[in-house]
């Protein structure tokens, strides 16, 4: 059953913890995509990796660190830099850049 | 810088009637344009993908239209049900920029 999977679902943080976000595909695809998505706003994005061992900034990677060590995955890691972490956060992958992104379920992070 | 809009924010119709939902975008260089589905809480789910050499695509109920000169695509829906109801988001990609810009959404709800 190929896809992409995040876990985990929901995710509670205190203040001032670091907390890492899972993404895996088992589609085959060269690059990985994450998003943040806030009520009212469109999906804004904060790191891609287009093959492994590299990757981009996107537009709001302040607060956020990822790596790509595996073509298989890309974690997302919300440092206690960003101020504003809780969002609906989603993973997405793409054969390759600028083709057709496929999404994953999405994780809820939440900060106590 | 390209900017997505989606003009209504909410939409609400009747079972059965066909409707259109607007996509504006402000840069015509496109490389694609991507409509995609989302119910509350989920990820997104691709629905159609425009080439910027095609002006339209379909899926079942669903045609997408691509105006690239007039900066516009439309998705219709035809026959509408209570299943359509969700948000729904289009994204375009410009050449030599991988990522996708997002409008804000229109929250169509099909009334039984």
Known sequence: DGGITQSPKYLF??????????CEQNLNHDAMYWYRQDPGQGLRLIYYSQIV??????????????SREKKESFPLTVTSAQKNPTAF???????????EQ?????TRLTVL | ????????????????????????????AIYNLQWFRQDPGKGLTSL?????????????????????????STLY???????????????VSNFG?????????????IIP
Do not use: H, M, W
């Not at chain 1, 496929?102 to 999405?106: A, E, K, L, M, V």
């Not at chain 2, 810088?1 to 402000?26: D, H, R, W, Y």
């Not at chain 2, 990522?99 to 929250?107: A, D, E, Q, S, Y």
């Open chain 1, 53 to 66: 061992n590299d990757f981009q900034k996107g537009d709001i990677a302040e607060g956020y660190s990822v």
């Open chain 1, 13 to 22: 943080r205190k203040e001032g913890q670091n907390v890492t976000l899972s």
């Open chain 2, 1 to 28: 810088k390209q900017e997505v809009t989606q003009i209504p924010a909410a939409l609400s119709v009747p079972e059965g009637e066909n409707l259109v939902l607007n996509c504006s975008f402000t840069d015509s």
């Open chain 1, 89 to 99: 956060y989603l993973c997405a992958s793409s054969p390759a850049a600028g083709n």
């Open chain 2, 77 to 91: 829906i035809a026959a509408s049900q209570p299943g359509d109801s969700a948000t729904y988001l289009c994204a």
């Open chain 2, 97 to 109: 920029n991988e990522k996708l810009t997002f409008g804000t959404g229109t929250r169509l709800t």
């Open chain 2, 48 to 72: 159609l993908l425009i080439q910027s050499s095609q002006r339209e695509q379909t899926s079942g109920r669903l045609n997408a239209s691509l105006d690239k000169s007039s900066g516009r």
């Open chain 1, 102 to 106: 496929f999404f994953g379920p999405g």
